[in-house]
């Protein structure tokens, strides 16, 4: 966990902090929400492209 805040804080956050029940709150100012948002969903759509270009991958379409 110190690992996420201490990586969060070099990211440019500035106010990191980690709750009871273990999650952690982050604030920060809108641009630096906008790029986290930016590259989640960078993220996101790379992870999806590779598993629709896995050769393993099943199209449930055929089986509806």
Known sequence: MDNVI???KEDGIKNV????D???TYKMSKA???KMMKEMKTNVT???DEIVDDEDYIDSRHYA
């Not at 902090?17 to 009871?20: L, M, S």
């Open 17 to 20: 902090t980690k709750n009871e």
């Open 22 to 24: 273990g999650s952690v």
């Open 46 to 48: 790379n992870y999806v």
């Open 32 to 34: 630096e929400h906008m």
């Open 6 to 8: 201490a990586e969060a």
